[in-house]
């Protein structure tokens, strides 16, 4: 799919403000709603755009604790890494597991209350014999960045 400035400019604004009416969409793209209307559904249609969601503030919420894990499986087998795969969705706790390139095999974004909670969670995939052969433990101490926008004209190859 081919895009243009406008495409663009939408996929924009919807990834810093979701909430967006459509009017106010169409508005700030420079756009009448029903084309900008015609265009965001072109978007979602063709994937561009997978879901709308808040973004929830832990610590309001209450206590928690984020964590890192570099993950190594004991074997390497396609099995291996769509078990451990498959076992990734069952936690909840598990917001984020990419598969890597080079030294580990995946890393995780694992949210819990405490360090104690953490610690029941890796002994359970352990215990779940899930692949899961080492693991290290990177602990957030604060956040630097973490709303970040993707550059989505160089995404898009410049297309402009």
């Known amino acids: 799919m081919r895009l243009d400035a406008r495409d663009l400019d939408i996929l ?14 169409a ?19 063709a994937g561009l755009i997978e879901r709308y969601r808040a973004e929830i503030n832990l610590r309001r919420l209450g206590p928690n604790v984020t964590v ?7 074997d390497h087998t396609a099995a291996s890494f769509h078990a451990f795969e498959s076992a990734m ?14 030294g580990f095999d995946y ?3 694992i949210v819990t209350r405490d360090i104690d909670a953490y610690q029941r969670l890796i002994d359970e995939m352990l215990n779940a014999r899930i692949g899961l052969a080492k693991y290290f433990t990177y602990v ?14 160089l995404l898009a190859g410049g297309q402009d």
């Open 107 to 109: 890393i995780l974004k």
């Open 12 to 25: 924009r604004v919807l990834s810093t403000d979701g909430r967006i009416t459509k009017t106010a969409l």
């Open 89 to 102: 969705q069952s936690y909840d706790e598990v917001l984020a597991c990419w598969a890597l390139g080079g």
């Open 68 to 74: 890192f894990v570099a993950v190594e499986l004991s």
């Open 140 to 153: 957030v101490t604060k956040p630097v960045k973490d709303h970040g926008v993707p550059p989505i004209s």
């Open 27 to 45: 508005t700030r793209v420079g756009l009448s709603p029903t084309p900008c209307w015609e265009r965001l559904k072109k978007l979602e249609k």
